[in-house]
């Protein structure tokens, strides 16, 4: 499973990096807004600190102006992946870039039905948001399950992207279904690590070590 980190924050992303868990990063407007920077100045650092894709979303919402701005924004390296939202305008203007050879992430999905379209688009990767389907009381994972399925059945290479990650929990039911990819905010790839046994596991190995006077240097 590939890990992205869902982040503009170029701190939180070399933190992780420098532990190997970055195989990409995914941005958008929203957190492109929280780092307070400019798209291409922002995008442009990231794509030097990070070898594997990095989703850099378009503003637009014509097919036409999307394909300019994602031209635009392959120009900034060759790991930018295009982002765009599930629309027919999204739709086209990611099978017109797909065409050109470049790397699209259609993003804000809701439905396989919407990644059917994607893959048949050529999309590189497809964002199915998990959080905000399970905010609605309906079910996050039932669609990445979905996708999984209909892409096997008809060997699709778009590569499921798991997003809008809020829990550890999504991303081992991500795992266990068999997304490519999770995209996920800092702090919860962080909060993979944590185990109340762990703790305590290693409290009482201090315990004895200190008790036993056990020495290495
Ligand atoms: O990559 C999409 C992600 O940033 C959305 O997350 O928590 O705003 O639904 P969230």
């Given amino acids: 499973m590939k890990?992205?980190?869902?982040?503009?924050?170029?701190?939180?992303?070399?933190?992780?990096?420098?532990?190997?868990m970055v195989d990409g990063v995914t941005t958008n407007p929203s957190?492109?807004?929280?780092?307070?920077?400019?798209?291409?100045?922002?995008?442009?650092?990231?794509?030097?600190?990070?070898?594997?894709?990095?989703?850099?979303?378009?503003?637009?919402?014509d097919a036409e102006t999307m394909i300019?701005?994602?031209?635009?924004?392959v120009e900034i390296?060759?790991?930018?992946?295009?982002?765009?939202?599930l629309t027919w305008d999204g739709l086209k203007a990611c099978k017109t870039l797909s065409d050109?050879?470049?790397?699209?992430?259609?993003?804000?999905?809701?439905?396989?039905?919407q990644a059917l379209l994607a893959a048949k688009a050529g999309a590189t990767f497809i964002s199915p948001f998990i959080g905000r389907l399970d905010d609605?009381?309906?079910?996050?994972?039932?669609?990445i399950e979905d996708i999984r399925t209909i892409y096997d059945n008809?060997?699709?290479?778009t590569q499921i992207l798991a997003a809008s990650i809020r829990s550890v929990n999504h991303v081992l039911?991500?795992?266990?279904?068999?997304?490519?990819?999770?995209?996920?905010?800092?702090?919860?790839?962080?909060s993979m690590v944590n185990h109340p046994l762990t703790d305590k596991g290693l409290d009482a190995f201090l315990a004895d070590i200190k008790a036993a006077e056990i020495k290495i240097l």
């Fill in 3 to 20: 890990f992205f980190v869902d982040t503009a924050e170029i701190d939180a992303i070399a933190e992780l990096n420098d532990l190997g």
């Fill in 31 to 61: 957190l492109i807004k929280k780092s307070g920077r400019d798209i291409i100045e922002v995008t442009k650092e990231i794509c030097d600190l990070v070898d594997g894709p990095v989703s850099a979303e378009v503003t637009a919402t």
């Fill in 68 to 73: 300019a701005e994602g031209r635009k924004l």
């Fill in 77 to 85: 390296a060759e790991n930018i992946a295009v982002k765009v939202p």
């Fill in 100 to 113: 050109d050879g470049q790397m699209v992430n259609v993003t804000l999905c809701f439905s396989a039905n």
């Fill in 136 to 143: 609605i009381n309906l079910d996050g994972m039932e669609v």
């Fill in 154 to 157: 008809y060997g699709f290479e």
């Fill in 173 to 190: 039911e991500s795992a266990r279904i068999g997304a490519d990819v999770i995209t996920a905010p800092p702090a919860v790839i962080k």
